[in-house]
């Protein structure tokens, strides 16, 4: 029996406690949905279990695949036991198609598929909100080293790779993502979450957004859209 101790930080979606397992955390996935840096927020019934169910199958699928990852298990509906990292303060972003920020930053039209996809990092700041930054800025201010960098680099691409070939076959559209990563003794390994709060999904007929941007703009069904994607992914709820 794992026992939820102490509340370590809590997240605009996720709250994480130590546990009584020496270098395993709990995540806790809440209901509560949050966008524009804090701005807009909203508790949304059942997105919680959803999101502990999605980002657990996700992450078992990339651990299958080679990529090591902090998950270790769920241990109820919205919890899941993972190892303790300590986290680099950036945030690894890859875009397939051109929307969100990226248009808005270079005033380029959305829509844009990439030949070969786009790779970004963002400082976690909350206050700044999340500025753009690149590998002199991490190496700079220490926030990595280079073989840091060129892991997250690596590891982010070969993620797109499965990933984009998972969402194409469930005929859905894996379009941008954000990932992040934290060191333990076995290396720099995925952390965090993959679930639809942080990635772009859009339906490969019809092109509609099924991931946060329908709560970003106010378009509804947030967590049936979710319950889509999981259903498409096959992933039992
Ligand atoms: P954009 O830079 O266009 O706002 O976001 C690019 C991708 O990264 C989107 O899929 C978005 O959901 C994800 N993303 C960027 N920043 C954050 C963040 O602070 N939290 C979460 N959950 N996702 C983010």
Not at 211 to 227: A, T
């Amino acid at each position: 029996m794992i026992e939820k101790k102490e509340l370590l930080s809590e997240g605009k979606a996720k709250s994480l406690y130590s546990t009584s397992n020496n270098g395993e955390l709990l995540m806790v996935y809440r209901d509560d949905t949050s966008a524009f840096d804090g701005k807009k927020t909203e508790a949304l019934k059942g997105k919680g279990e959803i999101n502990n169910r999605f980002n657990a199958f996700i992450m078992e699928y990339l651990s299958d695949n080679g990529i090591n990852t902090h998950f270790l298990k769920e241990t109820s509906n919205n919890e899941s036991l993972v190892k303790s990292l300590d986290m680099l303060p950036v945030e690894c972003v890859v875009r397939n198609i051109a929307t969100g920020s990226l248009c808005r930053r270079l005033g380029v039209e959305q829509g844009l598929k990439f030949e070969n996809p786009l790779f970004e990092f963002f400082l976690k700041n909350d206050e700044l909100g999340d500025p753009l930054i690149n590998d002199n800025h991490i190496i700079a201010f220490e926030w990595g080293t280079q073989e840091e960098i060129d892991k997250m680099k690596e590891l982010t691409f070969k993620i797109n790779e499965l990933l984009c070939s998972l969402f194409d076959d469930a005929g859905l559209i894996l379009v941008d993502y954000k990932v992040e990563y934290g060191r333990h003794s076995e290396g720099l390994i995925l952390g965090d979450e993959f679930t639809p709060d942080g990635c772009r999904i859009w339906d490969k007929e019809t092109g509609e957004s099924l991931d946060k941007d329908r709560f970003r703009k106010d378009l509804g069904d947030v967590v049936e859209s979710y319950q889509i994607v999981a259903h498409k992914l096959g992933i039992s709820i």
